[in-house]
């Protein structure tokens, strides 16, 4: 079972958890992009491309029998900041679509950019699984 951890007196952030505590086997995540399985961008749309994301990250869980509700870190590097927060809206419908839960420990990076030219965000996740 992960546990969010909130400091006493500390206001709960939005969309995330501070930390998380979680005993179990591990899951390492690599970087996911906003491509296919045939590594094919179907959009340049911010929101689309983070939909995928998520999307090729639960793919990968899934090969480890892991899923969304084993997601104790997450982290986003994105290349635009402005454009992430204009689809905000539309990455929080995805994300309670796909994950369901915010108590993950999260951070967002802006970065110059990505490997992948046409990549606008990556999402790295580590995951536990309890034993």
């Known amino acids: 079972m ?3 951890l909130l400091p006493d007196g500390w206001k709960r952030p939005k969309g995330y958890a501070n930390g998380v505590a979680a005993r179990g086997r591990q ?3 690599a970087g996911m992009i906003g491509w296919d399985a045939n590594e094919t961008f179907q959009t340049d749309d911010f929101a689309g491309q983070a939909r995928q994301a998520l999307l090729n990250v639960l793919a990968v869980l899934a090969a480890a029998d892991a899923g969304p509700q084993h997601i104790v870190r997450m ?3 994105i290349t635009d900041r402005e454009a992430y927060r204009a689809a905000l809206p539309s990455i929080g419908q995805a994300f309670r679509e796909l994950i369901g839960h915010y108590d993950i420990a999260m951070s967002a ?4 950019a990505l490997m992948e030219s046409r990549a606008v965000v990556e999402i790295e ?5 309890p034993e």
Do not use: E
């Open 2 to 4: 992960n546990t969010p």
């Open 27 to 29: 899951v390492f995540v």
């Open 75 to 77: 982290t986003w590097y």
């Open 109 to 112: 990076v802006q970065v110059v």
């Open 125 to 129: 996740v580590t995951a536990v699984v």
